[in-house]
């Protein structure tokens, strides 16, 4: 089941990796001399902008499905969820999550404001999930 379950977050990490490569590959290709100037500097202005953000965008929704397989697979394993306390900072899972649905929000034109949030005693991943929940649930009440 890990590995099914895996396989996909594997490839998508793999094909992130590529259009790194790739955007480095066109950069490249754009700074020859021969290229237009305007072409040049509209090129590497997608590249550098609007490529590493959507790199990014992939990144981080793997991420945060690797963490809910692997609460799956804690879960499977013991027949109920083990919880790691631990002192974690809010800030960067909320950040995290955000930016993995950066696309809903968008597309349900949202805003969400992030105030203050305080260091908290508990399991990352189950923290994690939960503001993905909410978060998730408010942005499909919007749609």
């Known amino acids: 089941m890990s590995h099914d379950l895996r396989a996909p977050l594997v490839n998508l990490q793999g ?3 590529e259009l790194s490569l790739t955007t480095s590959s066109v950069e490249e290709l ?3 001399p021969a290229v237009p100037e305007h072409i040049r500097r509209r090129g590497l202005e997608l590249t550098q902008q609007e490529m590493q953000e959507s ?3 992939i990144r981080n929704a793997v991420k945060h499905l690797g963490n809910i397989i692997d609460g799956l697979l804690r879960l499977s394993r ?4 083990e919880y790691t306390l631990e002192p974690v ?9 955000l930016a993995s649905m950066h696309t809903t ?8 404001e992030v ?3 305080p260091q908290v005693v508990g399991d990352r991943n189950a923290i994690g999930q939960i503001f993905a929940n909410v978060v998730g649930n408010a942005l ?3 749609s």
Request: glycine fraction near 12%.
């Open 15 to 17: 094909f992130s990796h």
């Open 30 to 32: 754009l700074r020859d």
């Open 55 to 57: 790199i990014g965008f």
């Open 78 to 81: 013991v027949g109920r969820v």
């Open 89 to 97: 900072a809010l800030r960067p899972i909320v950040s995290d999550i």
């Open 105 to 112: 929000i968008v597309g349900v034109r949202a805003t969400i």
């Open 115 to 117: 105030g203050e949030l």
């Open 140 to 142: 499909k009440s919007l």
